[in-house]
């Protein structure tokens, strides 16, 4: 009896054995699997930190302005994340081709040299012109007074080009007494307030910016040529450059544009910006 037991047992524990065997999960497919959602790109825009009312640092030490608002806009609509890189403008091409950052938006002219170069240009966003600012109290009433005076200019820039060999008022130029060329126009401004230069020729909006803050400046009648600002993105970032511009495009449709541009602290450029003219 108990040899008949002992055996009833083992075979128990035998089915037992076999049942717990093939209760094993089967594997999981691939096609089980989520895949990890891809992660957001970062958009690093280049600018000018002290190119107001386009790009600048406000009080708090955060970068705003005209171009870094639309840029912030942009992104949000593509779903990308919003970055922001101050350049050296003289060495701005240089950085971008570092990539350092992924285009250059801060009221940048667009010249001829950079589409030979290979860059891609967005289509332009602002008609600018290139005045003269002086001091209230300055002897100066226009471009002929420039002679023999000394004239600051931000390195780098088109007023820069515009004033030196090649440029479309070198004859201009050679009448200086001397041509100052601050890595800011903030240095181009203080230079001249303190009667370290003459005068400065800057883009009309800063222009405007300054003399709002200093009732010391006034702007020339007349302008020295006009020229029109865009993006510069690398070369073969073509594709880039076409949705950044539909991602604007977008904003001109919604009204996201217009309302940005609304805003008291850029009403100077308002009139300038070719997307709400081209919508009106």
Same mark, same amino acid.
């Given at each position: 009896?108990?040899?008949? #037991?002992?055996?009833?047992?083992?075979?128990?524990?035998?089915?037992?054995? *076999?049942?717990?065997?093939?209760?094993?999960?089967?594997?999981?497919?691939?096609?089980?699997?989520?895949?990890?959602?891809?992660?957001? &790109?970062?958009?690093?825009?280049?600018?000018?930190?002290?190119?107001?009312?386009?790009?600048?640092?406000? =009080?708090?030490?955060?970068?705003?302005?005209?171009?870094?608002?639309? !840029?912030?806009?942009?992104?949000?609509?593509?779903?990308?994340?919003?970055?922001?890189?101050?350049?050296?403008?003289?060495?701005?091409?240089?950085?971008?081709?570092?990539?350092? !950052?992924?285009? #250059?938006? $801060?009221?940048?002219?667009?010249?001829?040299?950079?589409?030979? *170069?290979?860059?891609?240009?967005?289509?332009?966003?602002?008609?600018?012109?290139?005045?003269?600012?002086?001091?209230? =109290?300055?002897? #100066?009433?226009?471009?002929?007074?420039?002679?023999?005076?000394?004239?600051?200019?931000?390195?780098?820039?088109?007023?820069?080009?515009?004033?030196?060999?090649?440029?479309?008022?070198?004859?201009?130029?050679?009448?200086?007494? $001397?041509?100052?060329?601050?890595?800011?126009?903030?240095?181009?401004?203080?230079?001249?307030?303190?009667?370290?230069?003459?005068?400065?020729?800057? =883009?009309?909006?800063?222009?405007? =910016?300054?003399?709002?803050?200093?009732?010391?400046?006034?702007?020339?009648?007349?302008?020295?040529? $006009?020229?029109?600002?865009?993006?510069?993105?690398?070369?073969?970032?073509?594709?880039?450059?076409?949705?950044?511009?539909?991602?604007?495009?977008?904003?001109?449709?919604?009204?996201?544009?217009? &309302?940005? *541009?609304?805003?008291?602290?850029?009403?100077? #450029?308002?009139?300038?910006?070719?997307?709400? $003219?081209?919508?009106?």
């Amino acid at each position: 009896m108990k040899k008949l #037991i002992c055996i009833a047992l083992a075979l128990l524990m035998i089915c037992s054995l *076999a049942a717990c065997g093939g209760s094993k999960p089967a594997p999981s497919s691939a096609s089980d699997v989520t895949p990890a959602a891809p992660a957001a &790109r970062t958009f690093t825009m280049g600018i000018d930190a002290e190119y107001p009312p386009f790009s600048y640092m406000d =009080d708090s030490g955060a970068y705003t302005g005209f171009d870094v608002e639309i !840029c912030k806009a942009a992104c949000e609509k593509l779903g990308w994340t919003f970055a922001v890189f101050g350049v050296n403008w003289d060495n701005k091409l240089v950085q971008l081709d570092a990539k350092e !950052c992924d285009c #250059i938006w $801060s009221g940048m002219t667009i010249l001829p040299s950079m589409t030979e *170069a290979g860059y891609v240009i967005s289509k332009p966003y602002f008609d600018n012109t290139q005045v003269i600012v002086v001091k209230t =109290d300055s002897t #100066i009433a226009g471009p002929a007074d420039l002679a023999d005076k000394v004239v600051a200019v931000q390195n780098g820039t088109s007023a820069f080009k515009m004033v030196s060999e090649g440029g479309d008022q070198e004859a201009l130029g050679k009448t200086f007494a $001397s041509l100052t060329t601050p890595e800011s126009y903030n240095t181009c401004f203080a230079e001249l307030d303190g009667g370290a230069v003459d005068a400065v020729i800057v =883009d009309q909006p800063v222009a405007l =910016d300054q003399i709002k803050k200093n009732a010391n400046l006034k702007i020339l009648d007349g302008d020295l040529g $006009s020229e029109q600002y865009g993006i510069a993105f690398r070369s073969g970032d073509a594709e880039l450059c076409a949705k950044i511009e539909e991602a604007v495009a977008g904003l001109v449709k919604d009204g996201t544009y217009a &309302r940005i *541009a609304s805003k008291d602290e850029y009403k100077d #450029i308002t009139n300038n910006l070719i997307f709400l $003219s081209d919508a009106k």
